[in-house]
Each structure stands twice: as structure tokens, then as C-alpha cells.
């Protein structure tokens, strides 16, 4: 399972061919979800920030490696998405401060939109994977 504690619009630009424009789907995820799937599979990390990785290491209950790589995601790609919303987190944390929140996304990538029809057109997935 591909773990980001972000998502940018670049992740669909990468020179795997003209992805872009690109259908990007978000669904809401629970940490039970999140967690049994990252035991079944495994994490490939791409939380770039440490505090964030020890954080998801204790949530998880399994490492996150901190990882800075730039990550590209072609059609039918999936990613899940840590979005950490809360005051700046104190360095060493490894915890959530009061407030502050990590609310898990899966992210699939589907084929072309097709702006003109307004609607996606190409690769779709039915997997749940």
C-alpha cells in the first residue's frame, strides 16, 4: 500500500506519458481500514516529514519510514493519503497534539477527463485493492 501524507497535481505529471488531465477519485477512510490494509500489504511510504512517519508508525502500529521521494502515479494507481489537520506539530511528536486530527484518503486515478463531455473517459477500476 503506496502512503502519502499529501497529494499534489504533480503526481499525475510524470513522464509516464500524457496522464494529464487525469481523474483523481478521494474516498474517506478509517484507521481500521487503513490499518488492515498496511498489515495484508505492506506500506511504501512517501511521508516526507518525521514527525508525521513517527506519528503513523504509532497509529499504524507498524514503521513508516520517512521517505522524500517524488512519487508518480499512472492511471488505476491507488495511494492512501495521511491529511494531518492541527497546529503545527512539535518536533519529536509522537502523538496527536489536542485538535489535531489525520484523516485517511484512498486516492484512485482514473483515465482522461475529457473536458469537452465533461465526463472521465478510459481506465476505471472496480477493485477495491
Request: hydrophobic content about 45%.
Amino acid at each position: 500500500m503506496k502512503l502519502a501524507n499529501a497529494f499534489s497535481i504533480s503526481m499525475l505529471c510524470w513522464p509516464y506519458g500524457s496522464l494529464a488531465p487525469a481523474v483523481a477519485c478521494f474516498t474517506r477512510v478509517s484507521l481500521r481500514e487503513v490499518s488492515e490494509r498496511a498489515r495484508r500489504e505492506g506500506v511504501e511510504s512517501y511521508v516526507g516529514h518525521a514527525d508525521t512517519a513517527r506519528l503513523l508508525t504509532n497509529l499504524l502500529g507498524m514503521e513508516v519510514p520517512v521517505n522524500r521521494a517524488s512519487l508518480a502515479l499512472a492511471a488505476l494507481d491507488e495511494l492512501v493519503v495521511a491529511q494531518y489537520r492541527g497546529p503545527r506539530l512539535p518536533e519529536g511528536a509522537t502523538e496527536l497534539p489536542a485538535g489535531a486530527t489525520i484523516e485517511f484518503y484512498q486516492v484512485r486515478v482514473g483515465g482522461r477527463f475529457d473536458w469537452r463531455a465533461g465526463a472521465a473517459v478510459g481506465a476505471t477500476s472496480s477493485g477495491g485493492q
